[in-house]
């Protein structure tokens, strides 16, 4: 069975850093698309960020282009975002979801929730202002 833990969440103030990880089991995790979403109250579920555990390819939101940074760890499974320079309207519960990538390879559709099957329960990210 794949499952899907999120850790790292929490209360910060704007500015400041969380880490999030994301800990895979039940599937070998190389060749697999790893997305990080979220979702604000009231609002739809949006990508964030994914990555390619085979080769390393990153896609981002363009609300987080320069602030946020994924990257993988395939030893351990885990995917990170390392969030940096945080805004209140990052305020949300972050998920992080996989999929098997095909033969193209990671692409930019990546960034949304209909590409993936399987998902982790969220954790929390509040960011003061």
């Known amino acids: 069975e794949v499952q899907l833990v999120e850790s790292g969440g929490g209360l910060v103030q704007a500015g400041g850093s969380l880490r999030l990880s994301c800990t895979g089991s039940?599937?070998?995790?190389?060749?697999?698309?790893i997305g990080w979403f979220r979702q604000a109250p009231g609002k739809e579920r949006e990508g964030v960020s994914c990555?390619?555990?085979?080769?390393?390819?990153?896609y981002y939101a363009d609300s987080v282009k320069g602030r946020f940074t994924i990257s993988s760890d395939n030893a351990k499974k885990t995917v990170y975002l390392q969030m940096n320079s945080l805004k209140p309207e990052d305020t949300a519960v972050y998920y992080c979801?996989?999929?098997?990538?095909?033969?193209?390879?990671?692409?930019?559709?990546?960034?949304?929730?209909?590409?993936?099957?399987?998902w982790g329960q969220g954790t929390q990210v509040a960011v003061s202002s």
């Open positions: 979801a996989a999929d098997f990538l095909n033969d193209y390879g990671l692409g930019y559709q990546y960034l949304f929730p209909y590409e993936y099957e399987h």
């Open positions: 039940g599937f070998t995790f190389d060749d697999y698309a």
């Open positions: 990555v390619s555990t085979s080769d390393g390819t990153t």
